[in-house]
């Protein structure tokens, strides 16, 4: 039974109050069913927005080993970040040959040359003697002992060890980018273990190809995945991730870093899928502190997830880590 409320006897005051308290209920009863709507928050994304981090987190320290290698096989030119000749923060040891191979061997102690990572532990680089790295198809075999990389800002690291094929399928080198080639293609492929840093160990997968372009100091990579397992093709990478969760991470659409960014992911779209919980989330690269696309040569902050699990989804806007 719905009662009518009488004010010919309040005062003035009173009246008012009530008409407040009113507002302010109504206000929040469609505060609650706009909340309803789009569910944004789920305790069960957590582990989805980590094995984004740790995606990032991992790519990064193969990006600068990869560069560190580049820069060993150039003979110490053609590097893309840096103005050093050599790696900072390591030493460098060629001198095993065995048979007809040798062994650069990467020591690492020390801060990168943005400074913004710690780097210990020891890359070890296997070339036929007789391979120049800047031949078409050139092969190397890179072993990660130990390798552990720190961000300085936030302390958090990863440590991994493992045995990777890394290929310059197009041949060239990368200072000759702009002038005598237009781009040049690496694939890097093979398995690692990775230690977080809360001591979690894991197996990860990795199948990746970099295509660069641009020209020294202007230089993008356009970052795409080329494996298969299960179900799934254009994979970059799978595995376990630290929650003990089987995971898949396709490139539906190229990531685009680009150098003056500081190699932050530009644009692109990553779908992970962890099928056993039916669960997963998509990964749009090129957003900005108001959660807009980037424009022009605006350079990101932030991305977008899009998640689902089960049949609740939401998005979120994440920083770049």
């Known amino acids: ?75 110490g030119i053609g590097q893309y970040k840096d103005t050093e000749l050599w790696p900072c923060g390591a030493t460098i040891d060629s001198t095993s ?3 007809d191979t040798i062994t650069y061997f990467i020591t690492y102690n020390g801060l990168n040359c943005p400074r913004n990572r710690t780097r210990t532990g020891k890359i070890e680089v296997k070339k036929h003697v ?20 720190t961000r300085v800002a936030t302390g958090k690291s990863i440590t991994l060890n493992g045995t990777r094929t890394y290929e310059n399928v197009t041949g060239g080198l990368l200072f000759q980018l702009g002038t005598s080639m237009t ?27 970099d295509v660069f372009t641009g020209s020294p100091g202007q230089l993008v990579i356009s970052i795409d995945g080329f494996g298969s397992a299960g ?12 929650n003990s969760e089987q995971f898949y991470i396709q490139v539906n659409q190229s990531v685009v870093h680009r150098q003056v960014c500081e190699w932050d992911p530009c644009s692109g779209i990553e779908a992970t899928s962890i099928p056993n919980l039916n669960k997963g989330s998509t990964l749009t690269f090129g957003y900005n502190n108001q959660n ?3 424009t022009g040569n605006e350079c990101p902050t932030k991305f977008k997830m899009d998640w689902y699990i089960g049949n609740r989804s939401g998005t979120v806007y994440l920083f770049l880590p």
């Open 231 to 242: 179900n799934y093709n254009n994979l970059i990478y799978w595995g376990i991730n630290r």
């Open 183 to 209: 781009s040049i293609t690496h694939k890097t492929w093979g398995s690692m273990t990775v230690t977080f840093d809360n001591g979690t160990a894991r197996i990860w997968q990795v199948a990746r190809q």
């Open 1 to 75: 039974m719905i009662k009518t409320i009488k004010f010919n006897n309040m005062k003035p005051l009173k009246i008012f109050s009530i008409v407040i308290v009113l507002m302010l209920a109504f206000g929040m009863a469609f505060t609650g069913c706009k909340k309803s709507d789009t569910i944004t928050t789920d305790p069960g994304n957590e582990s989805l927005t980590q094995l984004a981090n740790d995606q990032s987190t991992i790519q990064g320290a193969q990006d600068e080993s990869n560069n560190d290698i580049n820069m060993v096989l150039s003979g």
């Open 97 to 99: 040959v065995v048979n």
């Open 292 to 294: 807009q696309p980037t």
């Open 130 to 149: 007789g391979t120049q790295w800047w031949q078409p198809g050139a092969t190397v075999m890179v072993t990660c002992i130990d390798f552990r990389i």
